[in-house]
């Protein structure tokens, strides 16, 4: 009876993830960048070629040249010719595509007896004229366990591993062989096919003692074992850009054809174990995709089942549906769950398929295989596979000769996304959403909740909001395999603070402290200041502030620092509530501590026994730095105590050297007109919110460099905790609301400082 084969159907695909971090040892680490969301490249693969300009391994040659990816990764078992070696072999495969990557293969390294016509037993020759190419200035680590003496052999082409791309790299490369035969050349002419039932095993590993077959088991705990483990953990340890780790070799140990697990068990168990992503394999003459398969489910504990069966094909896995993560019915694979194997054994050598009467233990593994093709696949051709790897996702297509073709992707279920434009709407100004999705099969349909009663749908759309205060904004994303995930951010309109409910006056420092100077100090012709009666926010000049003799704590100034009951947005249709743009943060420090509320505030201690200090800087026009001039161009701006202890304040302050957007109160406070800290004069603003400037202007002269490049304007909104996004999402997001402020007058404050949080995505 045939081993029954599905007819390799196109099948929609999936978007990829990052990888889990596990511990690592002895690697030299190269700093990587962040990972652009917007990089991508493509390999292909394929083994079992034959001579490049012959028969189908010229047509699939042809094919890999017209498709011109990055670099193709040779799977071994390059010629079966022993007349065209390594010299020959590769200049005409070279002549058609340049960029190739080679791993060992039994045919190469002379496995079969040396009179076998179809073995080369001139690898060395193939390390030689397939070097490694370097694709994109990528570089070769080679293993450090090949051996030195009596010669010195190369590691590349037997055991190496390099990362890709070479700048901010998202996947990493592992090239092993396991059990190939005089993998060094270290038993040459003596070297013949093993008796019937043995496999590579730390008994016949020797080089060249008697019963070696100068081959690697990578047995549990052997040096070659750990340097695999080891180069896993490296990359996700050390390395936060690589989301991809990719393992290929020659033989498979999981075969659905006639292979048996001839690379042993320890070093597949190994490879589930960890997660990797993908396993590339040749040997077997067909094409195999295998279902996402994981150790550690029910009864799938820490190995696959193992059957031992007669001859030399003695070993072949049993199938255990707990080891079966994802069968692949929705098209697609979830990242870090499981391992998808892809046996593309027949870019030049025939297709081969064998029935359950010749190989009856072949039939057990076939159920752990989501796609096969082989001779008897209606359509099947030759070819290789092509991946395209971006930081999101592994699309997986089939380029062969036939119409049998297959096709599948790695990604995770639908991350929705979106932004807006302008970030800080005006009142009835209209606002453009743009929705978008990383993961999940298309199409999308999107929906959007704006917090004020009004929905739309669709991945653009607009929306008036009709009041100042801020908005949560829900977006719901759904895909074609109903997958449902939704994402929330935080609108302010108007204000950029919670608790005030007011519409800025955008102005600059000039119009606010006017260009009308006095002298303070008569013995200092340098101090001069802004007067307050040249000022254009003449709110209220005859009332002073004295917290001394607080004769009513609701009059304007006296209660500024009032979080229950904000200053008014004008005052006899002067506006008091602002906003700057652009203006650079001269001196941040502390002052003016206190464990307890001002008396406008109820005068009870903070919670938890803070100390709540104010922190105050000097806003400027960066373009007149210099003082004494500088003094009518720079305002003192500050964060509340009481205003921070509440959790209405900015968080964090401003820092030396931004430039930012701030939003506040604007006043006069007259105890602070002599001194050049305040620049003699009398204007403070009371800061309720404050973003990195908007504009993209140089910086001014000796403030620090501006912040990492990838991370778009912060706004910090007062009654947020706020927390960062990865700069591979490319934006800062907000944290949820700080919990309702209970009332303030003359109670214990309990509640304690937000905790930052990332922007909300949760299931539908």
């Given at each position: ?5 599905q ?14 971090p596990?511990?690592a ?19 292909a ?56 990557e ?8 002379g ?6 016509t ?17 694709p994109?200035g ?21 055991e ?18 396991p ?36 081959c690697?088991?990578?047995a ?13 953990n ?5 390395y ?69 069966g ?17 069968d ?29 009467s ?6 057990n ?30 699309r ?18 639908p ?10 709407p ?26 004020d ?17 801020q ?28 608790v ?67 200053p ?13 743009h ?12 206190s ?38 161009h ?44 305040h ?19 140089t ?44 009332a ?21």
């Amino acid at each position: 009876m045939t081993i029954p084969r599905q007819t390799i159907a196109h099948s929609l695909l999936l978007l990829a993830i990052v990888m889990v971090p596990s511990g690592a040892l002895g690697f030299t680490n190269q700093a990587y960048g962040a990972t652009s969301p917007t990089t991508s490249f493509t390999f292909a693969a394929g083994g079992d070629i034959g001579t490049p300009n012959q028969g189908a391994a010229a047509v699939s040659l042809s094919y890999l040249a017209a498709t011109n990816p990055d670099f193709f990764l040779a799977l071994g078992d390059l010629s079966y010719d022993r007349s065209v070696t390594g010299g020959m072999w590769c200049n005409e495969f070279k002549e058609q595509y340049d960029h190739i990557e080679i791993i060992a293969g039994a045919h190469d390294t002379g496995e079969f007896p040396p009179n076998a016509t179809d073995s080369t037993r001139s690898f060395e020759k193939f390390v030689n004229n397939c070097p490694f190419t370097s694709p994109n200035g990528a570089r070769v680590q080679p293993s450090p366990l090949c051996p030195t003496v009596p010669i010195v052999v190369s590691c590349y082409g037997r055991e190496y591993y390099f990362d890709y791309p070479s700048s901010a790299p998202i996947a990493r490369f592992i090239m092993l062989s396991p059990g190939v035969f005089n993998i060094t050349g270290g038993c040459r002419s003596p070297c013949v096919v093993p008796a019937p039932g043995i496999t590579c095993n730390p008994l016949n590993q020797n080089r060249t003692g008697p019963g070696g077959y100068d081959c690697w088991p990578y047995a549990k705990g052997d040096p070659h074992y750990n340097w695999v483990n080891d180069t896993i953990n490296d990359a996700r340890n050390y390395y936060p850009s690589i989301r991809w780790t990719i393992v290929g070799m020659h033989k498979p140990c999981l075969s659905a054809g006639k292979e048996n697990c001839s690379i042993g068990q320890d070093i597949f168990n190994l490879l589930l174990l960890q997660h990797v992503d993908l396993v590339l394999e040749g040997n077997d003459h067909a094409y195999e995709r295998s279902k996402q398969l994981s150790l550690g489910n029910g009864s799938c504990s820490t190995t696959i089942p193992y059957i031992i069966g007669p001859g030399k094909n003695n070993s072949f896995v049993a199938y255990n549906p707990d080891c079966v993560v994802d069968d692949s019915s929705n098209g697609f694979y979830k990242p870090q769950v499981g391992t998808t194997l892809i046996i593309q054994g027949n870019m030049g050598r025939g297709n081969e398929v064998d029935d359950s009467s010749k190989n009856p233990y072949n039939a057990n593994e076939q159920p752990y295989f989501a796609r096969l093709m082989g001779n008897n696949t209606v359509g099947f051709g030759h070819g290789f596979v092509k991946f395209t790897v971006s930081a999101s996702e592994i699309r997986v297509q089939t380029v062969f000769t036939g119409t049998a073709q297959d096709e599948f992707r790695i990604t995770q279920p639908p991350v929705p996304f979106f932004s807006r434009s302008p970030i800080n709407p005006s009142i009835a100004e209209a606002v453009t959403f743009r929705a978008t999705v990383l993961g999940g099969l298309e199409p999308y349909s999107y929906s959007w909740d704006f917090g004020d009663g009004s929905a739309l749908t669709g991945a653009i759309v607009q929306h008036v909001f009709s009041n100042p205060r801020q908005y949560t904004v829900t977006l719901t994303v759904d895909d074609s395999s109903m997958e449902s995930r939704t994402v929330q951010k935080i609108v302010a309109v108007g204000s950029w603070n919670a608790v005030v409910n007011c519409s800025p006056v955008l102005t600059t420092i000039e119009e606010i402290i006017g260009p009308k100077g006095i002298n303070r100090n008569s013995s200092d012709p340098n101090s001069i200041g802004a007067d307050y009666t040249g000022g254009g926010f003449q709110l209220v000049p005859n009332l002073q502030y004295n917290p001394q003799s607080p004769a009513n704590p609701t009059i304007w100034p006296f209660y500024k620092r009032a979080v229950n009951l904000p200053p008014d947005c004008a005052y006899g249709g002067i506006p008091a509530f602002v906003e700057l743009h652009n203006v650079g943060v001269r001196t941040v420090g502390t002052s003016d501590c206190s464990y307890s509320f001002d008396v406008s505030n109820g005068g009870a201690l903070y919670p938890n026994g803070w100390q709540s200090c104010v922190t105050a800087f000097n806003l400027e026009n960066w373009n007149y730095t210099a003082c004494p001039i500088c003094y009518m161009h720079r305002v003192y701006g500050y964060v509340d105590r009481d205003w921070n202890a509440s959790g209405d304040a900015p968080y964090p302050a401003p820092t030396r050297g931004e430039r930012i957007d701030v939003q506040g109160f604007i006043y006069w406070e007259y105890s602070s007109l002599t001194t050049p800290w305040h620049s003699y004069s009398g204007w403070e603003l009371l800061v309720t919110g404050w973003r990195v400037s908007q504009q993209n202007q140089t910086q001014p002269p000796n403030s620090p460099s501006t912040r990492a490049p990838g991370f778009s304007a912060l706004v910090i909104y007062v009654g947020l905790a706020v927390s960062f996004a990865a700069a591979f999402v490319g934006t800062f997001v907000l944290g949820t609301l700080y919990e309702k402020r209970k009332a303030r007058s003359g109670r214990q404050r309990e509640e304690s400082r937000p905790t930052p949080s990332l922007e909300t995505v949760r299931p539908g």
